[in-house]
């Protein structure tokens, strides 16, 4: 006779697992790297430090050890095939990464590699392709849906990237859109945590992951997540976005990213890796970032943030938060008016 498990031993399970995970792997990680020289120079600091790299690899196989646990423990195949599609497609961005972090990938292969993430989603046929718009309700799309499909996963996954550029800042941004994205799925769909609902789920699994992660990459930051996390990290709010019908509550509370990444792509033309590029800013006499003034440079995020003044690292990293904080709550008053039409 199966055993049923409660939906809530599932949510504390899928929660705690990833965190005590991600504790753990990440003090030997960090020890390994730095013993075999894998490690990046902390630009941002005077003593310039040198800085484990690829901390990703232990978020992501926290991910695929909880999917797995989390596989056992679901009564019903359409809820196991969700959870594997959700590590499956996270799991193929992370392996790209993990690839870029090795051998660099150009700017244009990256980008393309990762619409094959979307595959998973799109050969199970696990996802709508009605969604759901504020005003409006469900739409329609149809053909348009799966060719969008594939941007869902890319996107983010690149705008994630793109962000983490000082220490903390992807893992306490993406926590405060995860925050927001939970309580917006709570809204539209009127569903508490005592029922089962795969994406608190995976809205739960990645939050977990990614405190651990930002305790060791807070300032001053002992690891970094290389591509190997932040691909994989925005792969997850991608798949999030589409298996939960959130898609447009994902893209509202993703503002800060969506604006970043619109800026350095809009203002270099197109797609061009972070090591091609002027760099925007520069450190201070008294180690303040400022902007560099280069007409090259692309528009950044911490551009506008530090457009009246230099800043110190973690208040660059406080604005970024306070702007994602900001959309957080758009994307719950969007949550809102598409729960008035649903």
């Known amino acids: 006779m199966a055993i049923s498990i409660p939906p809530i031993a599932i949510y504390v399970v899928t929660f705690f697992m990833p965190l005590i995970l991600t504790f753990i792997g990440l003090p030997f990680h960090i020890r390994f790297m730095l013993k075999k020289g894998i490690f990046g120079i902390d630009i941002h600091k005077k003593s310039k430090p040198k800085v484990a790299e690829m901390g990703g690899i232990i978020i992501l196989l926290s991910i695929i050890l909880t999917s797995i646990v989390g596989i056992l423990l679901v009564d019903n195949n359409a809820d196991r095939l969700k959870i594997g599609i959700f590590c499956i497609t996270v799991m193929i961005a992370g392996i790209i990464g993990i690839i870029d972090d090795i051998i660099k990938l150009s700017a244009i292969l990256k980008p393309l590699l990762l619409l094959l993430a979307a595959i998973p989603i799109i050969a199970s046929g696990m996802f709508s392709p009605e969604p759901i718009l504020p005003f409006v309700g469900k739409t329609r799309l ?35 859109v995860l925050v927001a994205v939970f309580f917006a799925n709570m809204i539209i769909f009127r569903g508490g945590i005592q029922n089962l609902d795969l994406t608190y789920v995976f809205i739960l699994m990645m939050i977990a992951t990614l405190i651990a992660f930002w305790f060791f990459n807070r300032y001053p930051a002992k690891v970094f997540a290389g591509d190997t996390g932040s691909l994989a990290v925005g792969a997850s709010l991608g798949v999030i976005a589409v298996l939960g019908q959130l898609e447009v509550v994902v893209i509202i509370a993703m503002i800060p990213f969506i604006m970043n990444s619109f800026g350095i792509i809009s203002s270099v033309r197109g797609l061009m890796e972070r090591r091609d590029m002027a760099r925007p800013t520069k450190m201070t006499d008294d180690w303040k970032i400022q902007s560099t003034g280069d007409s090259k440079a692309p528009i950044t995020l911490v551009g506008l943030v530090i457009q009246k003044e230099p800043l110190h690292e973690k208040d660059v990293v406080k604005s970024f938060s306070i702007l994602t904080f900001i959309s957080g709550i758009f994307a719950l008053i969007t949550a809102v008016l598409i729960w008035l039409v649903i």
């Open 142 to 176: 149809t053909i348009v849906y799966y060719v969008l499909l594939p941007f869902i996963i890319a996107v983010p996954s690149n705008a994630v990237n793109m962000l983490d550029v000082f220490n903390g800042s992807m893992a306490l941004a993406t926590i405060l």
